[in-house]
């Protein structure tokens, strides 16, 4: 069943169709998944001490209702090393349409891994995994599976990724935490269950995996 927090988050972004990145972020941290360190901040100076406060570098995000594909218009900035280039990018993305706010939070590193939903007309909740970053689009290494998940699906799904031998530490990189790469599907898993019919699709990308968590740096949830 979908909490009050949730039913208030898809009631106000209803008129968008989409949620704010802000507003999935809250939504999924409640859920049990693991997000940055993250302020949403709506001045200069309260994004460079948010900045300062979580640790340098940090990403730096447009929030406007009037903009669903941020990296598009040049509304992400990633990297920033110190309060000053807070600043200017808060003022770069407030000029742009619809500017609400900058969300700033914690840069983090790792294996990139995408997690996504669709809403089959026929099926219902599939849940996609596949190796992420700027190639996914171009390799399509994904696996898929009705929803809800079970432990055996996540392994069959790890197992069937041409570039599974990420996660295991290819030639001396560390390895994935597969423990909490199960913990992280099956609990997306029951997200995506209990919001049920008011959501069309969510992508999380990327999902940044290491030895300890996986960490989701991105998201984007689509309404019904």
């Given at each position: 069943?979908?909490?009050?927090?949730?039913?208030?988050?898809?009631?106000?972004?209803?008129?968008?169709?989409?949620?704010?990145?802000?507003?999935?972020?809250?939504?999924l941290k409640a859920a049990g998944l693991t997000?940055?360190?993250?302020?949403?901040?709506?001045?200069?100076?309260?994004?460079?001490?948010?900045?300062?406060?979580?640790?340098?570098?940090?990403?730096?995000?447009?929030?406007?209702?009037?903009?669903?594909?941020?990296?598009?218009?040049?509304?992400?900035?990633v990297g920033l090393a110190d309060e000053a280039?807070?600043?200017?990018?808060?003022?770069?993305?407030?000029?742009?349409?619809?500017?609400?706010?900058?969300?700033?939070?914690?840069?983090?590193?790792?294996?990139?891994?995408?997690?996504?939903?669709?809403?089959?007309?026929?099926?219902?909740?599939?849940?996609?995994?596949?190796?992420?970053?700027?190639?996914?689009?171009?390799?399509?290494?994904?696996?898929?599976?009705?929803?809800?998940?079970?432990?055996?699906?996540?392994?069959?799904?790890?197992?069937?990724?041409?570039?599974?031998?990420?996660?295991?530490?290819?030639?001396?990189?560390?390895?994935?935490?597969?423990?909490?790469?199960?913990?992280?599907?099956?609990?997306?898993?029951?997200?995506?269950?209990?919001?049920?019919?008011?959501i069309a699709s969510v992508d999380l990308n990327?999902?940044?995996?290491?030895?300890?968590?996986?960490?989701?740096?991105?998201?984007?949830?689509?309404?019904?």
């Amino acid at each position: 069943m979908l909490t009050e927090m949730m039913k208030t988050v898809f009631e106000l972004s209803k008129p968008m169709g989409w949620v704010l990145e802000p507003d999935a972020k809250k939504l999924l941290k409640a859920a049990g998944l693991t997000v940055p360190s993250y302020a949403c901040e709506t001045s200069p100076e309260a994004a460079s001490e948010a900045a300062a406060a979580m640790g340098f570098p940090v990403v730096a995000k447009v929030v406007s209702p009037k903009i669903l594909h941020k990296s598009d218009v040049g509304g992400v900035a990633v990297g920033l090393a110190d309060e000053a280039s807070v600043r200017d990018a808060f003022a770069r993305f407030s000029a742009m349409e619809g500017f609400e706010a900058m969300l700033v939070e914690k840069m983090v590193s790792g294996v990139e891994l995408i997690v996504g939903a669709n809403v089959d007309f026929q099926f219902g909740p599939v849940i996609l995994l596949g190796i992420g970053g700027t190639g996914v689009e171009i390799y399509q290494d994904v696996a898929i599976r009705m929803a809800p998940l079970t432990g055996m699906d996540v392994n069959a799904m790890i197992g069937q990724l041409a570039g599974r031998k990420i996660l295991d530490g290819y030639r001396g990189s560390a390895s994935v935490s597969r423990k909490a790469l199960e913990e992280t599907l099956l609990c997306f898993s029951d997200l995506v269950m209990e919001m049920g019919e008011d959501i069309a699709s969510v992508d999380l990308n990327p999902v940044m995996c290491t030895p300890e968590a996986c960490v989701v740096a991105d998201a984007r949830i689509m309404l019904a």
